[in-house]
């Protein structure tokens, strides 16, 4: 607002100083200049029937011209109790210059739990803030008495939120987290979780509690996770293998960090150690250009062997985008006695996926998850996330922009589905030539099904 438009309203509210709307039209505008100190004399100039007679809004206006002019206490009186969001948010603002940081912070998490568009981290840590007060002798000769020394920390965490911080705990995921994957859920029910669910009877048919399953196949489409679930489901640690933790520049240090993985594996049984990108320690050795690659190669498979220890409890998972690369003695019984293909998910699967992944987020009613299922084909799990993960941008966006918490809806989804795209088909081309030209013994028969299958008809 112009300074000659200004002087006019204050012309007229000279002559109609009862008029409450003008006057909050005059506030809001020394407020949009940064002009609190003027504005705070208009808000003070209110009756008390014209301040009871403000909107939320304006009140919000009012208060915030108080505190911006450092009068916090008239402020604080304006707010009243409204439990409103925003009010709740103004309020913990003035608690916070009031120094009432425990009272400003329980009115700021009551205002982000009702609208999670206010929160403000800046805010959050002003008010979490431990003030501590000391009181320190005086000078001689001073009528004041002692002199408060007020020190401002954060230092409070307990050991306990330390541990939690630096080795948080890992969410247990079971089957029921898993979308899709029938049948290789089944497989591994079969050969690994029942061992583990009924050790005397396969003990009574000599059949070991243990061993190793190898799973190939689209990166994105829940090898990882297919891992982790079944450690979950049959309550075994899960040991998650990086490359990092065994490969060393030194000679022989890898082959006994991999040895020290795999004894405390044996020590904490039943276990499960999950190698991802199992090719970068179990590359095809007539390939390699160092012999220490093969060394840990031949480590590898004396551990899995269990030759010198007993590998009973132990399950090796592994998991791969190229078994093409992926030394061909990994694949003897009693190493990996089972390699499965983990196929892109089908549309039931999307489906299941996509209820997984919306699942405790904000969401719309009537969502039509079978239509996006249907027009995603192709797309891993990892694809189907990033879909969600880009809807929920876009409603994260929304509520910012309307100051309220926007749900996840068709709108949001069907932009997404327009925007992401499958990342399956290169691997699928390139498994297409592995499986019609160095399918040995039959080894690639699962990826020559699932292309046969769906090449034909849409998923």
């Not at 892109?344 to 719309?364: E, F, K, M, N, S």
Request: net charge negative.
């Amino acid at each position: 607002m112009d300074a000659a438009t200004l002087t006019s309203l204050h012309v007229a509210l000279s002559a109609s100083p009862e008029n409450a709307e003008l006057r909050m039209v005059l506030v809001a505008a020394h407020a949009e200049r940064q002009e609190y100190d003027e504005a705070a004399e208009l808000v003070s100039q209110l009756g008390d029937e014209a301040r009871d007679g403000l909107d939320p809004k304006q009140r919000r206006l009012a208060a915030h011209a108080l505190l911006e002019a450092t009068d916090a206490e008239a402020a604080h009186a304006l707010l009243g109790d409204g439990d409103e969001p925003e009010i709740r948010l103004l309020r913990a603002r003035v608690l916070l210059a009031l120094d009432r940081q425990a009272d400003g912070l329980t009115e700021y998490k009551a205002a982000v739990a009702a609208n999670a568009a206010l929160e403000d981290p800046d805010l959050h840590d002003r008010l979490a803030v431990n003030v501590r007060t000391f009181r320190r002798p005086s000078d001689a000769g001073d009528s004041d008495g002692p002199t408060p020394l007020r020190v401002y920390t954060n230092d409070d965490a307990t050991e306990a939120e330390t541990t939690r911080l630096l080795h948080p705990e890992a969410e247990r995921v079971d089957f029921s987290d898993v979308g899709g994957l029938d049948e290789v859920k089944r497989q591994v029910r079969k050969r690994i979780i029942l061992p583990f669910e009924k050790p005397s009877l396969f003990q009574r048919f000599k059949k070991r509690v243990g061993g190793g399953i190898l799973l190939y196949g689209p990166p994105g489409c829940g090898k990882t996770l297919l891992a982790r679930a079944t450690a979950g489901e049959v309550n075994a640690s899960f040991y998650n293998v990086a490359i990092s933790d065994v490969l060393d520049m030194w000679m022989g240090e890898s082959e006994q960090k991999l040895h020290a993985l795999f004894e405390k594996a044996r020590a904490a049984a039943p276990s499960v150690l999950f190698f991802d990108e199992i090719e970068a320690l179990g590359g095809k050795r007539e390939y390699s250009r160092s012999g220490a690659a093969s060394k840990l190669v031949s480590q590898f498979l004396a551990e899995m062997d269990g030759f010198a220890q007993d590998n009973s409890g132990v399950l090796v998972l592994g998991a791969t985008n190229v078994p093409w690369a992926v030394d061909p003695a990994f694949r003897r019984p009693g190493r990996f006695d089972r390699v499965l293909f983990v196929p892109p998910p089908d549309r039931p699967a999307r489906q299941a996926i996509l209820g997984i992944l919306l699942r405790d987020r904000p969401v719309a009613e009537g969502i039509d998850l079978a239509t996006l299922a249907q027009h995603s084909s192709g797309f891993s799990g990892a694809d189907l996330l990033n879909l969600v993960e880009t809807a929920a941008d876009e409603a994260i966006e929304a509520s910012i922009e309307e100051e309220r918490e926007v749900a996840i809806d068709d709108r949001h989804l069907r932009r997404a589905l327009a925007e992401v795209r499958s990342t399956t088909t290169e691997w699928l081309t390139t498994a297409r030539n592995y499986a019609r030209y160095a399918n040995e013994a039959g080894q690639y028969d699962e990826v020559l099904a699932f292309l046969d299958r769906h090449g034909r008809k849409k998923r």
